[in-house]
């Protein structure tokens, strides 16, 4: 990064980014926030250094529904190293033990898959962001101390076994998996399961909520842009509620929604609703409908909506 500062602006949307190997989410925010020079951005849940893959990064008003992402489903590919455990359950841990892979034949691989698809409980492992006590359980372990950590209920939707030609020790997997899954844990679990223990040594992201990594960029074609050009890799805010139910609202009645007040009409009840004013066009945030009447969440404000419309070709 140059040394010369920049001065920020008002920027509102949601960037697809494909992360690079060995950057730590926030380095990856913080780094694309400063190409576009934007005031705020958030990022829609991390990924760990050793993973690469969609990661969407929320700016200005987008930042209020980042939270959707943390909920969604997600879908990994990894490379699991049979016969050799790690401390961290990747390859940046030390060895902490080896093991003789036995030959595994399909049967084999077919009832682990079977076995991890579907409802399944986790321990969450201790080189994770989860907090105990206050203190992330990554914490505790660079301490060199291990603490007590309660089972999660998580489902695997689907799970893909694989060998990887010309290799007897390596596991090709690729699952999509409720939100709270760790994929580390996932292929450490199936390792122990097929009796020799292991680790990943490589992950990648390659769909969250519905975003598959083609429409991702990555930082270095980011960077190649001209500066206006970068902007225009922006999807809108609305971009992370494509699965909402969409309701649209007069002038008189957009006014008071956006103060706050709730507004009838004969909506069908809705968890997750996006809100737009007809004139102008343009989002006024998220709700929820119960019985008609359509509850506010998480709204922007008139000045962000006047700078998005601005911004607007």
């Known amino acids: 990064m140059s040394d010369i500062p920049k001065k920020r602006r008002p920027v509102h949307g949601v960037l697809l980014l494909d992360k690079p190997l060995g950057w730590s989410s926030n380095q990856a925010l913080q780094k694309c926030k400063w190409l576009l020079r934007a005031e705020k951005a958030g990022h829609t849940g991390t990924l760990d250094p050793?993973?690469?893959?969609?990661?969407?990064?929320?700016?200005?008003?987008?930042?209020?529904?980042?939270?959707?992402?943390?909920?969604a489903d997600k879908t990994y590919e990894a490379v699991l190293q049979l016969g050799v455990k790690t401390r961290t359950g990747d390859r940046e841990g030390e060895v902490i033990?080896?093991?003789?892979?036995?030959?595994?034949?399909?049967?084999?691989?077919?009832?682990?898959?079977?076995?991890?698809?579907?409802?399944?409980?986790?321990?969450?492992p201790m080189h994770s962001a989860l907090k105990k006590d206050g203190k992330a359980l990554y914490e505790y372990a660079r301490a060199g101390?291990?603490?007590?950590?309660?089972?999660?209920?998580?489902?695997?939707?689907?799970?893909?076994?694989?060998?990887?030609?010309?290799?007897?020790?390596?596991l090709a997997l690729t699952a999509h998996v409720s939100k709270g899954t760790y994929i580390r844990t996932l292929g450490e679990d199936i390792a122990e399961a097929l009796g020799c223990g292991g680790h990943?040594?490589?992950l990648r992201r390659i769909d969250t909520g519905g975003i598959p990594v083609a429409d991702c960029v990555t930082v270095e074609q980011l960077e190649a842009l001209p500066e206006d050009e970068?902007?225009?890799?922006?999807r809108p805010v609305d971009a992370l509620l494509g699965s909402h139910v969409r309701v649209t609202l007069d002038a008189d009645n957009a006014g008071r929604f956006l103060s706050g007040l709730r507004r009838r009409g004969e909506w069908p009840d809705a968890t997750q609703v996006a809100v737009y004013a007809d004139q102008p066009a343009s989002l006024l945030g998220t709700a929820h409908v119960t019985r008609g009447e359509l509850i506010p969440g998480r709204l922007l404000s008139p000045i962000e909506i006047q700078q998005i419309l601005q911004a607007s070709p």
């Open 50 to 71: 050793l993973a690469t893959g969609v990661l969407p990064l929320c700016f200005g008003a987008a930042t209020k529904f980042g939270q959707l992402q943390l909920d």
């Open 97 to 124: 033990e080896t093991r003789p892979v036995p030959a595994l034949d399909d049967a084999a691989l077919a009832a682990v898959q079977a076995r991890f698809t579907g409802p399944i409980r986790q321990v969450p």
């Open 145 to 170: 101390e291990t603490v007590e950590r309660e089972p999660r209920d998580v489902v695997i939707h689907a799970l893909r076994i694989a060998r990887i030609p010309g290799s007897a020790d390596t």
């Open 200 to 202: 990943l040594i490589a």
């Open 230 to 234: 970068r902007l225009r890799r922006l």
